[in-house]
């Protein structure tokens, strides 16, 4: 109950992985299981997505550090795709195999973390392949609540941008943050170019000096200002240019170029920010040299995982069953070639027949609790998803027969 002092609404870890953290239908359950003397039924629960966000053909599985660090201790199996591989629709990423009421009330928090870390890494992956090879840096820590920044800094950043502006990121991704600087450092000078000045002054050396043009005056012209205040020093420019005065950014950012150019300052580079999404970053990709994106990736459609017991132990014996509309029984995902999308669902223990070179994709990572294969760092990660995105591109449909 509220009691008049005001508190932050953030929810401990030693609160999610003691399972605190839940939909009080599952707590009914397992009291309900318990009673009946019912907790030990072994269970296989199969983590999956059956319907993308529109016009998605795939998504990338992220959070499963997460997910282990939930279930770790538990007297469970765990069977799971490497995180960062990309999914499709009915594709199972993750297997839960052990007493039901080992996991029963984790399924909340097990999905928060799988459904909202592939939601934002699966939209900072569309966004790469959108920037194609400019620089993309994520600007959305303001979008959310704080308790959630080192969550979202890390998806963002295995979904393939290129930096975060989060000051914690050292610690949590073992990355430098990078940023420009706020409108209210300009306003609070109250002339652009003293705020430049202080900034290239004050700040290390080894930080690129980006100077937000937009405050005052027209782009064109605070452009040409920085330019001529900072001279070589000046590394780019940043367009934050607001909705009002965005007739077309296009031609905003293409008048710049041009008059950057024309007063000899080819070296200095512009990034443009603020409302950018799939579509503006493809229309704006020629003509700048870097993106910052916040909302879009920090909001992104959601990929909806959930979960579904799929098989039962019945004395010896797993049984395939499931609530209808999903597929009932374990099963194995093969990749049959390089194509990231050419893949085949298979019931578990068998083997596709049209597949020739067929690799599964499922593998046992966690053993009654103990994780039992090497966890990729983040960079790997990161380049495994930047990996599958290039072979997207190479060969955008591949054979995506099931
Ligand atoms: C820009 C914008 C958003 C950032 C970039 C991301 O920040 O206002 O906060 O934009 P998006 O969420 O729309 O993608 P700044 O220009 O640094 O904001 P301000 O100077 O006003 O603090």
Not at 291 to 320: L, Q
């Amino acid at each position: 109950m509220p009691s008049g002092e005001p508190r932050v609404y953030a929810a401990s870890v030693d609160e999610i992985l003691a399972g605190r953290i839940t939909d009080v239908y599952f707590t009914r359950t397992r009291r309900i299981l318990e009673t009946r003397g019912m907790c030990d039924v072994e269970v296989r629960a199969e983590f999956h997505s059956y319907s993308l966000p529109r016009g998605y053909e795939w998504a990338v599985f992220a959070g499963l550090e997460e997910a282990l660090a939930i279930l770790k201790g538990r007297r469970v199996n765990v069977y799971a795709m490497m995180e960062g591989s990309l999914f499709r629709a009915k594709e199972p990423v993750l297997v839960i195999e052990g007493p039901y009421c080992e996991f029963a009330e984790l399924e909340t928090a097990l999905l928060g973390v799988l459904r909202h870390e592939t939601s934002i890494a699966t939209k900072a992956a569309r966004i790469r392949l959108a920037a194609g090879d400019k620089t993309v840096l994520f600007f959305g820590l303001r979008s959310l609540h704080p308790a959630l920044a080192p969550m979202a800094d890390r998806a963002a950043y295995i979904g393939g941008v290129d930096g975060v502006s989060g000051t914690e990121a050292p610690s949590y991704l073992g990355i430098k943050p990078q940023g420009t600087m706020p409108h209210a450092l300009v306003i609070v000078f109250g002339d652009p170019r003293e705020a430049w000045l202080a900034f290239d002054e004050v700040v290390e050396k080894d930080v690129p000096r980006i100077m937000l043009v937009d405050t005052f005056y027209d782009e064109r012209f605070e452009a040409l200002l920085a330019a001529e205040t900072l001279r070589e020093r000046l590394y780019g420019v940043r367009l934050d240019t607001p909705g009002s005065r965005r007739g077309n950014m296009r031609r905003i950012v293409e008048e710049v170029r041009w008059t950057l150019d024309l007063h000899g300052f080819k070296h200095v580079k512009i990034f443009v920010s603020g409302g950018l999404d799939e579509d503006k970053i493809l229309d704006l990709r020629d003509v700048v040299d870097g993106f910052g994106v916040g909302t879009s990736i920090a909001f992104p459609p959601s990929v909806d995982i959930s979960m579904d017991i799929v098989e039962v132990k019945r004395g010896n014996r797993w049984v395939p069953i499931t609530k209808r509309g999903k597929l009932p029984g374990m099963k194995q995902v093969y990749q049959c070639s390089e194509h990231p999308l050419d893949r085949r669902i298979v019931p578990w223990g068998s083997v596709p027949g049209d597949c020739s070179s067929a690799q599964p994709l499922l593998e046992k990572v966690v053993e009654d609790g103990s994780i039992v294969v090497d966890l990729p760092s983040l960079k790997e990660i990161r380049d495994f998803v930047l990996k599958q995105l290039r072979k997207l591109q190479a060969s955008p449909h591949g054979d995506t027969k099931k």
